[in-house]
């Protein structure tokens, strides 16, 4: 598994449509313990590592989800580890608070195309 979403189930069951599996999300403690299980590999239920923590190389996630992580998953993208974190809009659409992929090349490179 290259890939791996951790968002709301509508968009967790559109997923797996394409072939990336995923976890649903209600909360912070589920987002929480789901980015755990990829980016560490330890499920605290379990007591185990798990299979899909070895292999996944970018983690999806709904900008909702990532917003419930704050500096955690902060933390984990400057640490250049794998998996890379992709953030998406979730259902409800972009958030007011995130700029866009344009937005933040725009402001880099200091021209408007």
Aim: charged share 25%.
């Amino acid at each position: 598994m290259d890939y791996f979403f951790i968002g709301d189930e509508e968009l967790v069951t559109a997923f797996r449509f394409v072939g990336i599996d995923g976890e649903a999300v209600r909360d912070a403690a589920q987002t929480r313990e789901a980015f755990l299980k990829i980016t560490q590999g330890w499920n605290e239920t379990a007591g185990m590592i798990l299979p899909q923590a070895e292999s996944c190389r970018v983690l999806i996630m709904t900008e909702e989800a990532a917003d419930a992580l704050g500096d955690e998953l902060t933390q984990w993208q400057l640490s250049g580890h794998y998996p890379l974190v992709v953030e998406v809009p979730g259902m409800m659409g972009k958030l007011e608070s995130r700029k866009t992929l344009m937005d933040s090349i725009r402001e880099a490179i200091g021209i408007r195309v």
